[in-house]
């Protein structure tokens, strides 16, 4: 990025352990780097390499871990380990996920799906009350990706997470890709989903790859962040920052991860995506 | 009423994890698709889990072919799944659930390969600390000397094995030779395990220093460990083991333990 022409959008990665040395060794210019708390929640020579990628880089912390949605409430020796991480990274952000990983003592590894009642919200709002007052900050809470709904949900997903933001204050993080997984999935509509959430309350999207597998005879998609971001992902992209603004944006890859020169040319490309973007709306 | 999301969610971990998908069916929209979508969901969780295995045991991945592994870690994860969030710490039990698994049975070392790779892990993430030096005992008198309680770097495991694990699992690590004949009745080995300028590493030991350290890592007294130490070799220079473990860097702080109340 030269200056003179700034790009009008923020735009990181995430950062994953074989990319590490090759940040730390050729510092790429790039905005920010996501990581995942839960790789770093231990102590021990992960933690030291993140502290070198601190000097030169600002961090988003992304947790996978903390379970907002569990109906039994969060662990508090992880929220604490978190809270010892943030201190730790000093995070330009932190955020979750709408979803459950916990349930009867077991740890799942998967963001799984809530029923979208009253009852789970009240259950998630306390979570994250909990969460932020620990941490001492405001998190930014994901869209999952999804592969089925429940029966007895009376609250659409982006109004649940609009609501969740006015009792909590916390915000949203638009995960663009899950949208589109979750809408196509479930036959929702992207642009009424997208519209939906209140713009003021997006502090962060998220763009990546999904796949298209056929179970059973049903073509599904699968939020894989195996690839790069899809067509129709980068048309949703332009409709929400058209719609609300500038906001710090997220390429993430995790399975196949490619050389990191393919990762950074992602985030180039949602750089140029987003200044086109924001320059076509200036120009009305 | 519908189910309180502490039932939900209940029903929906034994149907991912057991399979018993009867109860949370009826719950999910479209029901004809029900059993499609949790599958993704259970692939997600075993495919995740099996690949943190995979991570942490990569020498068991090596000696059993990689669908024995999928099926082993399929086993290990419903009777043994997280607790915790920090997969790092995750796998603890998969050596001990190794030595009583039937189809195993046929490879009597490789739970003991296993615990290896369980304390090579565990001295990955162990906290950092600072090594103490000699001088700092100089203040402990010579009638407290028997009571004297090392602490001792908490990346320090001690593995006895009566199987040549080093050997195997040197052969089974990536890059490692696996063609290489490995005499199984060589005998055992007496491994201390440790993480050491950022690197993990491990070394054999004669059984009496074995003893010694192994005591004195459990928080035995100095007493205590060269009793053990002197019972497996009565020859044991308990001197010079004692100062090898500050040229080694293994103390990281002492106490005093009370006399033993009558």
Same mark, same amino acid.
């Given at each position: 990025?030269?200056?003179?022409?700034?790009?009008?959008?923020?735009?990181?990665?995430?950062?994953?352990?074989?990319?590490?040395?090759?940040?730390?060794?050729?510092?790429?210019?790039?905005?920010?780097?996501?990581?995942?708390?839960?790789?770093?929640?231990?102590?021990?020579?992960?933690?030291?390499?993140?502290?070198?990628?601190?000097?030169?880089?600002?961090?988003?912390?992304?947790?996978?871990?903390?379970?907002?949605?569990?109906?039994?409430?969060?662990?508090?020796?992880?929220?604490?380990?978190?809270?010892?991480?943030?201190?730790?990274?000093?995070?330009?952000?932190?955020?979750?996920?709408?979803?459950?990983?916990?349930?009867?003592?077991?740890?799942?590894?998967?963001?799984?799906?809530?029923?979208?009642?009253?009852?789970?919200?009240?259950?998630?709002?306390?979570?994250?009350?909990?969460?932020?007052?620990?941490?001492?900050?405001?998190?930014?809470?994901?869209?999952?990706?999804?592969?089925?709904?429940?029966?007895?949900?009376?609250?659409?997903?982006?109004?649940?997470?609009?609501?969740?933001?006015?009792?909590?204050?916390?915000?949203?993080?638009?995960?663009?890709?899950?949208?589109?997984?979750?809408?196509?999935?479930?036959?929702?509509?992207?642009?009424?989903?997208?519209?939906?959430?209140?713009?003021?309350?997006?502090?962060?999207?998220?763009?990546?790859?999904?796949?298209?597998?056929?179970?059973?005879?049903?073509?599904?998609?699968?939020?894989?962040?195996?690839?790069?971001?899809?067509?129709?992902?980068?048309?949703?992209?332009?409709?929400?920052?058209?719609?609300?603004?500038?906001?710090?944006?997220?390429?993430?890859?995790?399975?196949?991860?490619?050389?990191?020169?393919?990762?950074?040319?992602?985030?180039?490309?949602?750089?140029?995506?987003?200044?086109?973007?924001?320059?076509?709306?200036?120009?009305? | 009423?519908?189910?309180?999301?502490?039932?939900?969610?209940?029903?929906?971990?034994?149907?991912?994890?057991?399979?018993?998908?009867?109860?949370?069916?009826?719950?999910?929209?479209?029901?004809?698709?029900?059993?499609?979508?949790?599958?993704?969901?259970?692939?997600?969780?075993?495919?995740?889990?099996?690949?943190?295995?995979?991570?942490?045991?990569?020498?068991?991945?090596?000696?059993?072919?990689?669908?024995?592994?999928?099926?082993?870690? !399929?086993?290990? +994860? #419903? $009777?043994?799944?997280?607790?915790?969030?920090?997969?790092?710490?995750?796998? @603890?039990? =998969? *050596?001990?659930?190794?030595?009583?698994?039937?189809?195993?049975?046929?490879?009597?070392?490789?739970?003991?390969?296993?615990?290896?790779?369980?304390?090579?892990?565990?001295?990955?993430?162990?906290?950092?600390?600072?090594?103490?030096?000699?001088?700092?005992?100089?203040?402990?008198?010579?009638?407290?000397?028997?009571?004297?309680?090392?602490?001792?770097?908490?990346?320090?495991?001690?593995?006895?094995?009566?199987?040549?694990?080093?050997?195997?699992?040197?052969?089974?690590?990536?890059?490692?030779?696996?063609?290489?004949?490995?005499?199984?009745?060589?005998?055992?080995? !007496?491994?201390? +395990? #440790? $993480?050491?300028?950022?690197?993990?590493?491990?070394?054999?030991?004669?059984? @009496?220093? =074995? *003893?010694?350290?192994?005591?004195?890592?459990?928080?035995?007294?100095?007493?205590?460990?060269?009793?053990?130490?002197?019972?497996?070799?009565?020859?044991?220079?308990?001197?010079?083991?004692?100062?090898?473990?500050?040229?080694?860097?293994?103390?990281?702080?002492?106490?005093?333990?009370?006399?033993?109340?009558?």
């Amino acid at each position: 990025m030269t200056i003179g022409s700034p790009s009008p959008v923020s735009v990181g990665i995430g950062l994953r352990a074989p990319h590490i040395d090759e940040v730390i060794d050729s510092c790429p210019a790039i905005a920010w780097l996501e990581v995942h708390a839960e790789n770093y929640i231990s102590c021990g020579p992960a933690l030291r390499r993140l502290e070198r990628i601190r000097e030169n880089y600002a961090i988003s912390l992304h947790g996978v871990g903390l379970s907002l949605g569990t109906a039994e409430g969060l662990d508090s020796e992880h929220l604490r380990r978190l809270h010892a991480l943030v201190d730790l990274c000093a995070p330009m952000l932190v955020s979750e996920h709408l979803s459950w990983s916990m349930s009867g003592g077991v740890y799942l590894n998967d963001l799984l799906p809530l029923p979208y009642t009253e009852e789970a919200l009240a259950i998630v709002a306390r979570n994250i009350d909990i969460a932020q007052e620990a941490l001492g900050r405001q998190i930014l809470i994901e869209n999952p990706s999804r592969y089925l709904s429940f029966r007895h949900s009376s609250i659409a997903e982006p109004e649940f997470l609009a609501a969740l933001a006015r009792r909590t204050g916390c915000g949203s993080l638009c995960d663009v890709n899950n949208v589109y997984v979750t809408c196509t999935n479930l036959g929702l509509d992207t642009a009424h989903y997208l519209d939906a959430i209140p713009a003021e309350t997006i502090g962060e999207i998220h763009l990546a790859g999904h796949s298209r597998v056929l179970r059973d005879g049903v073509a599904m998609l699968i939020d894989d962040h195996a690839s790069r971001v899809a067509p129709p992902v980068w048309e949703l992209y332009r409709r929400v920052l058209a719609r609300i603004g500038a906001v710090p944006t997220l390429v993430e890859w995790d399975k196949a991860l490619p050389p990191l020169a393919v990762l950074l040319g992602e985030a180039r490309a949602a750089a140029l995506t987003a200044e086109q973007t924001i320059h076509a709306v200036a120009a009305g | 009423m519908p189910l309180p999301l502490d039932e939900v969610q209940a029903v929906m971990r034994r149907a991912l994890l057991d399979g018993e998908t009867g109860a949370l069916v009826p719950l999910i929209e479209g029901r004809e698709l029900a059993e499609t979508q949790l599958a993704i969901y259970r692939n997600n969780v075993f495919a995740s889990l099996t690949e943190v295995l995979r991570g942490t045991f990569p020498a068991i991945c090596r000696l059993v072919d990689d669908r024995f592994f999928a099926y082993a870690a !399929h086993e290990f +994860i #419903r $009777r043994h799944p997280p607790q915790r969030p920090c997969l790092a710490e995750y796998g @603890a039990e =998969f *050596a001990d659930f190794l030595a009583g698994f039937p189809p195993c049975r046929e490879l009597p070392y490789i739970a003991d390969v296993a615990r290896l790779e369980w304390f090579l892990n565990a001295a990955v993430t162990a906290g950092d600390t600072a090594p103490l030096t000699p001088s700092a005992l100089a203040a402990i008198a010579p009638e407290e000397a028997p009571r004297v309680v090392l602490r001792f770097d908490p990346s320090l495991g001690f593995l006895a094995s009566p199987w040549p694990i080093d050997r195997i699992w040197e052969a089974n690590r990536p890059g490692g030779d696996d063609g290489a004949a490995i005499e199984l009745a060589a005998g055992g080995v !007496h491994l201390e +395990i #440790r $993480r050491r300028d950022g690197a993990v590493v491990f070394q054999s030991l004669d059984r @009496a220093t =074995f *003893a010694f350290r192994q005591a004195l890592g459990e928080g035995e007294t100095l007493e205590t460990a060269s009793a053990r130490a002197l019972g497996v070799n009565a020859e044991f220079d308990l001197t010079g083991a004692f100062s090898d473990l500050f040229r080694e860097a293994v103390v990281t702080g002492f106490e005093i333990a009370e006399v033993p109340s009558l």
